[in-house]
């Protein structure tokens, strides 16, 4: 029987979770709603968990208040999409709990971390909906706290909540019609019990923490291996580098009496005089990376166990000084950041004068992070950030816990067209306030769609899809489907456009030519003689067309 888990089990089930909601994403991916190509749950879920992942292998103790904050961080670091960000707040919700309590935590103190879970998850959304993800956790930890008293074995208890927790995501489509009508249970919700199983796994001793892939176990044994830039220090204030010397060096040449325990000594030695700490490899060499107002005694404790090579000092006070001094001497009131994939449309946010675009779009949801990084490298004290798709919204608002310098106004753009009318109402000569309510105004008078190709077969939104269709829709469901690309697009034009709309603008994609776009916009052009119709290069992979009216 096993009454309570330790720190260590604790660890060994959020790595064999993540690996198995990896190892099963591409499943997760294809219980998309709309039988498009662009189905990345699964795979957002999965990054999210691979950073927690990657910032646990950095800590080299099993206290559960590190692995908890580490959890806590690097999950939230690598949100992506809603469904990473909900799940990013799930675990900080979980280990607010855990962190804090015993050495020891029992089947009561697991269910109230599930609870606690719950409660943040929710809180981050602003209109939380029943029948996604946040239906599952809710009644899977209110099923937990019930049950706790009655199953102190987590061998017990643990598959009650699994069981409960599948009885719920059954009952997603009668919560959501969306997904009733598309015939599919909340892809975040399995993505969620995915998690939940390999947490069981773990417990049970199935799968081993050496199977799970870590920052650690893929370092390089090449004395050719890089050290990173640094650059990271850029944007901090002086006040929160604790430890001003960035020591790197190689440890080669180990004397005989070296053994592993002593690497993991050295490792722990550093940790005493420093952060960021680095100690990896075998008995034929170690990299040593840490922070440190020491390096003399870094490179002390190494000397005990072999020869130093390649030794590196930096002092990041002197170059966060000279880098702040430029970039504050470059500093504008306000910036632009875009996310969009396709060359075509980036080119464009550029030519209206975006300070930076990144890549992300629906096959690819930047994080949390990458957008907050963004930010950053926008030397401007307010930035307004178009997310150009509903699913990274909550991504761009989360980033603004990472960022403490700056001013940022999340511009809700649900596509592409309305990003453009964003960039093109911002004055660099009006305030911030005024700038934003001219880019909510402007974005309120587009309407755009999309053309694309099913994927499966399926009815919904009242139309008997077939796999290979091509399709048109706007942001909330399908609107036009037929056998060819063009008569889609005039299709989808047809639902969308009304009386105030005086301009249609398609941007293609990639694989569709030049020729073609030019031959459709004829065509609309003569389907609708009163607009202006114009057409672009978008570069977009996943659709052959956006569509724009004005």
Avoid: W
């Amino acid at each position: 029987m096993q009454k309570t888990i330790n720190c260590a089990t604790f660890r060994k089930m959020v790595l064999v979770g993540a690996k198995t909601l990896d190892n099963n994403r591409a499943k997760v991916d294809a219980l998309n709603v709309f039988p498009v190509p662009d189905g990345d749950t699964g795979t957002n879920m999965s990054l999210t968990m691979q950073s927690a992942v990657k910032e646990l292998s950095g800590c080299a103790t099993n206290g559960f208040p590190e692995v908890c904050d580490c959890v806590t961080k690097g999950a939230l670091r690598g949100a992506r999409g809603n469904s990473g960000v909900i799940l990013s707040q799930i675990f900080r919700g979980i280990c607010s709990v855990l962190r804090d309590g015993k050495a020891e935590i029992d089947t009561k103190t697991f269910a109230r971390a599930m609870e606690a879970g719950t409660k943040v998850a929710y809180n981050a959304v602003s209109i939380p909906k029943e029948g996604t993800i946040l239906t599952v956790v809710r009644e899977m930890s209110e099923y937990a706290v019930k049950v706790a008293g009655k199953y102190k074995d987590f061998e017990a208890f643990l598959p009650a909540v699994i069981e409960e927790g599948d009885k719920s995501l059954a009952r997603t489509p009668e919560l959501l019609p969306v997904l009733k009508k598309a015939g599919v249970v909340d892809s975040g919700g399995v993505g969620l019990m995915t998690i939940m199983r390999g947490f069981l796994s773990a417990l049970m001793g199935e799968e081993t923490v050496s199977e799970v892939p870590t920052e650690g176990a893929g370092a390089s044994g090449s004395m050719d291996a890089e050290f990173g830039d640094n650059s990271d220090i850029i944007n901090m204030d002086l006040g929160e580098i604790q430890f001003a010397y960035c020591t790197e060096f190689f440890v080669i040449n180990l004397k005989k009496s070296t053994t592993l325990a002593d690497i993991d000594k050295l490792r722990e030695s550093l940790m005493g005089i420093g952060d960021s700490v680095i100690c990896i490899g075998d008995l034929e060499m170690v990299k040593v990376h840490v922070h440190t107002n020491c390096p003399g005694v870094a490179l002390t404790y190494a000397l005990e166990l072999g020869e130093l090579d390649r030794p590196k000092i930096e002092n990041m006070l002197e170059q966060n000084r000279q880098l702040r001094a430029k970039r504050e001497a470059e500093k504008k009131e306000q910036g632009m950041l875009a996310i969009c994939t396709g060359d075509g449309i980036s080119d464009i946010f550029k030519d209206l004068f975006v300070d930076r675009v990144i890549e992300g779009g629906q096959t690819m949801n930047p994080s949390a992070s990458d957008i907050a990084t963004a930010v950053q490298r926008v030397n401007a004290e307010t930035v307004f950030i178009f997310p150009n798709n509903k699913n990274i919204i909550l991504a761009a608002e989360q980033a603004r816990a990472l960022v403490e310098n700056r001013t940022i106004h999340v511009i809700p753009t649900k596509n592409v067209p309305q990003g453009f009318a964003a960039a093109l109402a911002f004055s660099p000569d009006v305030s911030a306030e005024e700038n934003k309510t001219n880019m909510i105004h402007a974005i309120d008078n587009v309407r755009a769609g999309a053309v694309t190709h099913a994927v499966r077969t399926t009815s919904v939104n009242g139309f008997s899809i077939k796999e290979g269709d091509i399709i048109g829709l706007d942001d909330k469901k399908i609107l036009a489907k037929s056998a060819s690309i063009d008569e889609t697009v005039l299709k989808l034009l047809e639902k969308l456009k009304d009386d105030s709309h005086e301009v249609i603008t398609l941007y293609f994609g990639e694989g569709v030519q030049e020729a073609d776009a030019e031959a459709l916009a004829g065509k609309v052009q003569e389907a609708f003689p009163d607009c202006d119709v114009d057409y672009h290069y978008g570069g977009q992979p996943v659709y052959y067309y956006l569509v724009s009216l004005e």
